[in-house]
């Protein structure tokens, strides 16, 4: 199953803007600031999907600042959502089965986690010989849309 088929079932494209839109303005402090990162995050990537951007450049722009400075704020993420991820949310999408049942908090470290790793290996294998970073790029679009239909429902 393709990138767009996937999320096809999930939500179109228009209507997660709105949705992404309204969970941010709903929010306030920290929350707002990571959800709004996050928000920017996936508009960057859409970007770089659609229009072919250079790879590297996109991975640097990806931003990890408001999540970095909860995170040294000692913000609790579980008040982003409560819940765990739900089957419901993931779709009958085989890659996300893996993810039901986690927290909102282990969900939102592990998109972090893939930026980071990303940024390093980047930097670290500047010819990319070895890495698929569009591949990388592009799941980690699907992660962060993802965790914005679980912060939604």
């Keep these: 199953m393709d990138f767009n088929q996937a999320f096809s079932t999930i939500l179109s494209v228009e209507k997660l803007a709105k949705t992404v839109e309204r969970v941010v303005k709903n929010s306030k402090g920290h929350k707002r ?4 990162e996050l928000q920017e995050n996936i508009h960057l990537l859409f970007l770089a999907q659609n ?4 790879v590297r450049k996109v991975i640097e722009k990806l931003e990890r600042k408001n999540y970095l400075a909860a995170a040294d704020a000692g913000f609790n993420f579980k008040l982003i959502k409560r819940s765990r991820l ?6 009958e999408v085989p890659q996300f089965k893996k993810y039901v049942g986690w ?11 893939k930026v980071k790793q990303l940024q390093d290996m980047a930097d670290l294998d500047p010819e990319q010989k070895s890495l698929n970073l569009q591949i990388r ?3 980690l679009l699907r992660l962060m849309l993802l965790f914005m239909q679980h912060v939604k429902q």
């Excluded at 600031?33 to 709004?36: C, E, K, N, P, T």
């Excluded at 229009?51 to 250079?54: A, I, K, R, S, W």
């Design 33 to 36: 600031a990571i959800l709004r």
């Design 51 to 54: 229009q072919q951007l250079p």
């Design 86 to 91: 739900k089957n419901e949310t993931i779709k």
């Design 103 to 113: 927290s909102t908090e282990r969900l939102l470290e592990n998109i972090y986690l």
């Design 137 to 139: 790029l592009e799941n």
